[in-house]
């Protein structure tokens, strides 16, 4: 697509509910990743993916967080018994992937806001 | 660990003044570093981008960064402020090795008129 999209926009859950959020890179772009923005908070990194290879999950805050990448295009964040200090706007971004001219120039999505309860 | 600091969580300037603002990085490795800026019920736009080359780069309103190797600085530059100005931004560090990319804490700018 023309850029990157995310949805949910919004999401409002209750405690210990899983949730899951979606996101759909620049075609093309081999390099997926997630942030996380809480309030008065900077960007969090969760996860990164690149291409075929095993994605780099140092960022992950829990084993209650967890994302895949299905056909190196779609990525699908799952919370798992949210929590309230999960709530946040979750940021997805997509790139060309290191090694390319012009890598690693970032295009985000307009993040999905959690809310949980 | 590689990390990205901005030492300055929140700016205030008067219209018209210059602004200066700090990012600093650790690194092992040849650094791609950025710019965004986020205003308010925005998303995050890039502003300028430093590969290679020219330590002082230009980027989009009005903004320049220059790169310091020896102060493992890259800090964002504007002559004069607009009232517009006025947002969250982020200096961002990424590996020529890897494609982790870290973000500083971000500055919040304010503009007084």
């Known amino acids: 697509g023309a850029g990157v999209s995310q949805s949910p926009s919004n999401k409002v859950t209750e405690k210990g509910k899983d949730v899951e959020l979606r996101c759909d890179p620049i075609?093309?772009?081999?390099?997926l990743y997630w942030y996380r923005q809480s309030l008065g908070q900077g960007l969090e990194f969760l996860i990164y993916f690149q291409g075929n290879s095993a994605p780099d999950k140092s960022g992950l805050p829990s084993d209650r967080f967890s994302a895949e990448r299905t056909g190196g295009s779609v990525s699908t964040l799952t919370i798992q018994r949210t929590q309230q200090e999960d709530s946040a706007v979750y940021l997805c971004a997509s790139s060309l992937g290191p090694g390319v001219a012009g890598a690693n120039v970032l295009t985000f999505g307009a993040g999905s806001r959690l809310t949980v309860l | 660990a590689q990390s990205v600091t901005q030492p300055d969580i929140h700016i205030t300037v008067s219209e018209g003044a210059s602004l200066e603002l700090r990012c600093n990085y650790s690194y092992g490795a040849t650094p791609y570093l950025f710019w965004y800026v986020q205003s308010p019920g925005q998303g995050l736009q890039l502003l300028l981008k430093?590969?290679?080359?020219?330590?002082l780069v230009q980027g989009i309103k009005g903004f320049e960064a220059e790169f310091k190797r020896s102060q493992s600085s890259f800090n964002l530059r504007k002559p004069s402020v607009h009232w517009s100005d006025a947002a969250e931004y982020f200096c961002?560090?990424?590996?020529?090795?890897?494609?982790?990319?870290?973000f500083g804490q971000g500055t919040t700018l304010q503009v007084k008129p």
């Open positions: 430093y590969f290679s080359g020219d330590t």
């Open positions: 075609s093309g772009h081999t390099a």
């Open positions: 961002h560090y990424g590996s020529s090795n890897t494609g982790k990319l870290i």
